[in-house]
């Protein structure tokens, strides 16, 4: 063998005797290592091995090479789309093996890359450009190609097929072609023919994952740094373009961990972010870290649903099939999993959703009562045997749980889960927990510490959503109404006090917006309104501020979002660019914390404000220069024109006596591809310092300080009248406008120009005040 490896120009590098494993049986191999390639010799004897039998290149894209999980003082190489299995003497040796591959492949590829550059460099500079735009535009163009194959086109079907459509996780449906409806009787009587029971809380307008084209947005700590702008974090939400460009459909977040995962509209998991624990990503050993990435493990699985916490993950089809990824107490398997693996004790019991946290998963089905737990041992698996790790929860433990399992047209809708506590919402609004019941996060009073078997949440309202975080749970009513339980410090609960609920509470800030979703994470809470808009509670994990109060996301109103992910300290969001702004959320925002996004906020008015400088968006010709404290952008006017509400002699008032509001500024939702002019926008002003009204003349100093709703520069009626004249101006806020004033005396006319007549003459105009004659304008009387 050796001497087969000289002959070929190479010296070995490495070399052991092992054992194969086989189909049947492990049999005795030989090792060399030949700079970039693994031979496999049948022995280590001279006369009867000259050729290998097998070879790996260490310079194949996918390869992996790790210890094996299965079996001990084994390693486990994967290359060739299969594992291949070498037993050594003992687990040193295994240890010395994996490094010793590692870095000859990091060696090796270091040197077919510089190779390469230097094949490149012997061409001339033209020849390498034009290599250069072949080669991306030819990868652009297989990328959309085989993108486009997947994706499904519900327009355009073909009636000799089956179409079957699959509602996720958030509420929308997508529609699945060529699936054999024989082989899914298990998903109930009928296979997918059959309607799925209970309803979900709607929004105003519905999202169509394979109709409308889905925009993803962050903001929070960068996980990893070069995925965010800058490589810095963000407390103001950005929309990602590569992310928007994969058109997802739903995302999942691990409330835990520092990593999200989402599903495309051609059924695609991608996965992006941070984890500490090996295997959590799915991508492998020693995957860590990673900008999106698509797990290919999963590519041709028909995904409807992924989950993921920050030790695990887990994902189902359409067909029933769920895999997992990471900690094998949590997966449920018998050891450690790098990349997706089938989870055989989940098959043929018609799952259609999971769910994950930190210490247990469930997978439901939404079309009966079956739920299925299985993590951690403990109460919040909800088993009739409380040392089983695995089971069906266990309903009959109480009368009232007893009666839903007896109705027929009951099924559940949603089951979330947390650390150690689960909660599961049935089709007629009902919710029943099981768990640890620490600092009331379970509602059922305080005199319940724990429940083995599932009991009801105390509330009165029928439920359709709810969400579930560490220390606190949030529900909303198909009445649109919000209300919370738990722990209430950083005022994470929208009561604005600290105080801890053992019951869940109607949140009174809320009375007047229309709840549709809600996200509760560490130490704050998401709310989305039935038109889209984002609000929220708690804690910013960037900057630290707290929100006592509702905390609109203005950035965001350009969009109609559906849903909002928080991981520990970043935030994802998914929703549709709007033809208008969405409306206004009506809440009383705390004026204390309004707008205090650190230096962040600085930077993005001072973006914001050069593009409609550049674009000249606002039509009188304001510019925007600069940025007053961290709420306002300061407007100038031109030469010869006063402030709006009290100007100079010469001019008279622009708006009246009263004083005036706040100067014009660019939107934080501003962003460079919306251009769509909105319409008007309903007249909705916050509870407190709305702009406009009457206010002392203080305030027409600190105009610009005032808290309050900021304008819509994006609508038609926003304080800035027509551009034909100063006289068409609104009032800027006040009372009526002054009566104009006797006119000052003409100044001495100017020569003519051009040797023509004075042009441009004429009797004063803007009647005012009479202020001293100014210099000679195009050779008539002053006109200011």
Avoid at 404 to 420: F, P, R, T, Y
């Amino acid at each position: 063998a050796e001497r087969t490896a000289t002959q070929v120009g190479c010296v070995p590098e490495f070399a052991t005797l092992c054992e194969k494993k086989g189909k049947m049986k492990w049999a005795q191999r030989y090792l060399i290592l030949v700079k970039s390639r693994i031979l496999i010799f049948r022995d280590n004897n001279k006369k009867t091995s000259k050729f290998p039998l097998q070879m790996i290149s260490l310079l194949e894209p996918n390869i992996q090479i790790q210890v094996s999980q299965q079996y001990p003082k084994t390693v486990d190489i994967y290359g060739q789309e299969k594992h291949f299995f070498f037993k050594l003497e003992s687990i040193n040796k295994v240890k010395e093996f994996v490094d010793k591959m590692g870095k000859t492949r990091e060696r090796m590829t270091h040197e077919a890359h510089a190779y390469a550059k230097l094949q490149v460099l012997k061409l001339s500079e033209s020849k390498r450009n034009m290599m250069q735009k072949s080669m991306s535009v030819r990868q652009d163009y297989v990328s959309r190609r085989e993108i486009s194959s997947r994706r499904f086109n519900p327009n355009n079907v073909d009636s000799t097929k089956s179409v079957k459509k699959i509602m996720l996780a958030n509420g929308s449906t997508m529609s699945f072609k060529g699936l054999d409806t024989a082989s899914m009787t298990d998903l109930g009587v009928g296979g997918m023919n059959m309607k799925r029971k209970g309803k979900r809380i709607k929004f105003d307008k519905a999202f169509k994952p394979q109709k409308h084209k889905s925009d993803i947005f962050m903001w929070g700590k960068a996980r990893p740094a070069r995925l965010f702008p800058k490589h810095s974090a963000s407390a103001i939400p950005f929309r990602h373009d590569d992310l928007s460009k994969k058109r997802f459909v739903l995302i999942a977040s691990a409330k835990d961990g520092t990593h999200c995962m989402g599903m495309t509209d051609n059924d695609w998991c991608f996965v992006w972010g941070e984890c500490n624990f090996t295997g959590a990503l799915g991508l492998g050993a020693k995957v860590k870290s990673t900008l999106p990435y698509l797990l290919k493990s999963l590519r041709k699985q028909n995904i409807i649903q992924v989950s993921c916490s920050a030790r695990h993950g887990i994902a189902v089809t359409v067909m029933s099939k769920c895999f997992g990824w990471g900690a094998k107490g949590l997966t449920g398997l018998d050891y450690d999993t790098q990349e997706p693996q089938p989870l055989p004790f989940l098959d043929n019991l018609g799952v259609l959703a999971v769910d994950c946290c930190g210490t247990h998963s469930v997978a439901y089905s939404t079309m009966n009562c079956d739920v299925y737990q299985f993590g951690m041992r403990g109460p919040w698996l909800g088993l009739q045997d409380p040392d089983k790790t695995f089971g069906k929860v266990y309903f009959g433990g109480n009368q009232q749980s007893a009666q839903l399992l007896s109705d027929s047209k009951i099924a559940i809708i949603k089951v979330c889960v947390a650390q150690q506590y689960s909660m599961y919402l049935f089709s007629n609004g009902r919710v029943f927990t099981t768990g640890v019941n620490e600092h009331g996060r379970m509602g059922v009073t305080k005199e319940i510490p724990e429940a083995q078997h599932p009991i009801p949440v105390h509330l009165n309202d029928s439920i359709g959503e709810m969400s579930t975080a560490s220390f606190h749970a949030g529900f909303i009513s198909f009445k649109n109404k919000l209300y919370t339980c738990g722990v209430g410090n950083d005022y994470r609960l929208g009561h604005e006090n600290e105080m801890t609920y053992y019951e869940p509470t109607y949140v009174q800030s809320l009375s007047e917006v229309k709840c549709a979703r809600v996200e509760c994470v560490e130490d704050r809470t998401f709310i989305v309104t039935k038109y889209g808009a984002v609000l929220m509670f708690g804690v910013e994990p960037v900057t630290r501020t707290t929100y006592r109060k509702p905390f609109v996301f203005e950035f965001l109103r350009t969009h109609r979002v559906y849903q909002v992910c928080g991981a520990k300290d970043f935030t994802v969001a998914l929703g549709v660019q709007a033809k208008e702004q969405v409306l206004q959320p009506n809440v009383e925002s705390d004026p204390n914390a309004d707008m205090k996004m650190g230096d962040n906020y600085n930077q993005y008015t001072s973006t914001a404000a050069n593009t409609v400088n550049q674009t000249n968006a606002i039509g009188n010709g304001q510019k925007i220069n600069t940025v007053i404290g961290s709420s306002y952008a300061q407007s100038s006017a031109p030469p010869g024109m006063g402030r709006m509400g009290g100007g100079p002699p010469g001019m008279g008032n622009i708006g009246g006596g009263g004083a005036a509001g706040p100067p014009p500024m660019v939107p934080l939702d501003a962003n460079p591809g919306f251009k769509n002019m909105a319409k008007a926008l309903p007249d909705v002003v916050p509870v407190s310092h709305p702009y406009g009204g009457p206010s002392n003349n203080n305030n027409q100093q600190n105009g610009a300080n005032l808290p309050g709703q900021l304008p819509n520069p994006f609508a038609m009626n926003n304080g800035f009248g027509p551009p034909s004249g100063f006289g068409g101006l609104r009032n800027m806020g006040g009372g009526p406008p002054g009566p104009p004033g006797p006119p000052g005396p003409p100044g001495p006319p100017g020569p003519p120009q051009f040797g023509g007549p004075p042009q441009f003459g004429g009797p004063p105009q803007f009647g005012g005040p009479p202020g001293p004659p100014g210099p000679p304008q195009f050779g008539g009387p002053p006109q200011f």
